[in-house]
């Protein structure tokens, strides 16, 4: 009977010590929480003529917020403007824009008006071996995934820096898992993922001051019409790749959506979309922003634990990776 007495004890003095380890948390922590509403405000999303951008657009514009879409085909902006309408009952405003294009980017955003949610959702993907590829592809997803989110900042920063909000505004940049972990077949893509998240983490202490907050949203595969469209051509992609590429679980668009607005409401800097992204973002959180004690506490005390798990993981990655090498050797023998 007298170990129940002290079972308690013990309990007890772990749980007074996260509980004051929590409240030291909750004073360093910066730049710490924020709430960053939607109902009212005019978010500009890029990429927002299909999949996770149309998606967020439907939802923002469901949740009373003024929308902006840019992207690249007038036709298909039309369409997304038309079903946002008949879902929605609400009229977005849009732009048929090429990001690449500094120029067109930033006639855009001054005709749209002072941005207070800026997603940049545009993304190209082509999954290819490095030795596969061609350079103007290389350049090309640089220039759409990285250089055109570096012109969307650039040309609607000052507006959202200048116009005076006692309310905090965001920058939402669209990255990945892929941003996250390195795949194979991956290398141009998660280079523009992960360079991605060195432009987040250094714009968010320039724009602390402004009370603008950055969210990094990393989603894992997700049903979108160009990832579809990929899947059934094949175009330089290998089993191994989509093998190792699926080991995080599909999202839907309408989820990744949601996840992605609750990330922005809650000024998270981190938004994974499953539990996966959560495990990656826990063991890879390094110098990134804190916004939040409790996760700041899983950090400091799970992020060995997950990364022990994700060495037998990338383990079984290379395991994979030099049976499918011996067997495509083998197979060329014969040939």
Same mark, same amino acid.
């Given at each position: 009977?007298?170990?129940?007495?002290?079972?308690?004890?013990?309990?007890? $003095?772990?749980?007074?010590?996260?509980?004051?380890?929590?409240?030291?948390?909750?004073?360093? !922590?910066?730049?710490?929480?924020?709430?960053?509403?939607?109902?009212?405000?005019?978010?500009?999303?890029?990429?927002? *003529?299909?999949?996770?951008?149309?998606?967020?657009?439907?939802?923002?514009?469901?949740?009373?917020?003024?929308?902006?879409?840019?992207?690249?085909?007038? /036709?298909?902006?039309?369409?997304?403007?038309?079903?946002?309408?008949?879902?929605? #009952?609400?009229?977005? *405003?849009?732009?048929?824009?090429?990001?690449?294009?500094?120029?067109?980017?930033?006639?855009?955003?001054?005709?749209?008006?002072?941005?207070?949610?800026?997603?940049?959702? &545009?993304?190209?993907?082509?999954?290819? +071996?490095?030795?596969?590829?061609?350079?103007?592809?290389?350049?090309?997803?640089?220039?759409?995934?990285?250089?055109?989110?570096?012109?969307?900042?650039?040309?609607?920063?000052?507006?959202? &820096?200048?116009?005076?909000?006692?309310?905090?505004?965001? !920058?939402?940049?669209?990255?990945? %898992?892929?941003?996250?972990?390195?795949?194979? #077949?991956? $290398?141009?893509?998660?280079?523009?993922?992960?360079?991605?998240?060195?432009?987040?983490?250094?714009? %968010?202490?320039?724009?602390?001051?402004?009370?603008?907050?950055?969210?990094?949203?990393?989603?894992?595969?997700? +049903?979108?019409?160009?990832?579809?469209?990929?899947?059934? &051509?094949?175009? #330089?992609?290998?089993?191994?790749? $989509?093998?190792?590429?699926?080991?995080?679980?599909?999202?839907?668009?309408?989820?990744?959506?949601?996840?992605?607005?609750?990330?922005?409401?809650?000024?998270?800097?981190?938004?994974?979309?499953? @539990? &996966? #992204?959560?495990?990656?973002?826990?063991?890879? *959180?390094?110098?990134?922003?804190?916004?939040?004690?409790?996760?700041?506490?899983?950090?400091?005390?799970?992020?060995?634990?997950?990364?022990?798990?994700?060495?037998?993981?990338?383990?079984? @990655?290379? =395991?994979?990776?030099?049976? @499918?090498?011996?067997?495509? /050797?083998?197979?060329? =023998?014969?040939?």
């Amino acid at each position: 009977m007298e170990t129940i007495p002290l079972l308690l004890i013990s309990v007890g $003095t772990v749980v007074a010590v996260v509980l004051i380890f929590l409240a030291i948390l909750s004073h360093v !922590i910066k730049p710490g929480g924020a709430r960053v509403p939607i109902k009212g405000r005019h978010v500009f999303i890029t990429g927002g *003529s299909m999949g996770i951008g149309l998606a967020i657009a439907k939802q923002a514009s469901a949740q009373g917020a003024r929308v902006s879409l840019l992207a690249r085909g007038f /036709q298909k902006l039309e369409e997304a403007r038309d079903e946002i309408r008949r879902e929605t #009952g609400v009229e977005v *405003s849009i732009y048929s824009v090429d990001v690449r294009d500094e120029d067109g980017v930033r006639k855009a955003l001054q005709e749209a008006g002072t941005v207070d949610v800026l997603i940049c959702n &545009q993304g190209f993907f082509l999954p290819r +071996e490095l030795v596969q590829m061609d350079m103007d592809e290389v350049k090309y997803m640089l220039d759409v995934n990285l250089v055109g989110t570096f012109n969307l900042i650039r040309h609607a920063l000052p507006a959202m &820096q200048q116009t005076a909000s006692s309310t905090p505004r965001s !920058i939402a940049i669209i990255s990945s %898992q892929a941003g996250q972990v390195g795949v194979y #077949g991956y $290398t141009h893509y998660c280079a523009s993922k992960f360079a991605l998240r060195g432009l987040a983490e250094a714009l %968010q202490q320039e724009i602390i001051s402004h009370n603008i907050r950055v969210c990094l949203v990393c989603p894992p595969v997700v +049903e979108t019409p160009g990832y579809k469209k990929i899947a059934v &051509q094949k175009k #330089g992609t290998s089993v191994l790749t $989509t093998k190792l590429a699926t080991s995080s679980t599909k999202m839907d668009v309408k989820d990744v959506a949601r996840e992605t607005l609750d990330g922005i409401k809650s000024g998270q800097f981190f938004v994974p979309c499953n @539990w &996966q #992204g959560f495990a990656l973002s826990l063991a890879g *959180s390094g110098g990134s922003p804190a916004t939040s004690p409790l996760t700041a506490l899983c950090e400091v005390f799970l992020a060995g634990a997950i990364r022990l798990g994700l060495i037998f993981t990338v383990g079984k @990655w290379y =395991k994979k990776t030099a049976a @499918w090498n011996a067997k495509m /050797q083998a197979t060329a =023998k014969k040939l």
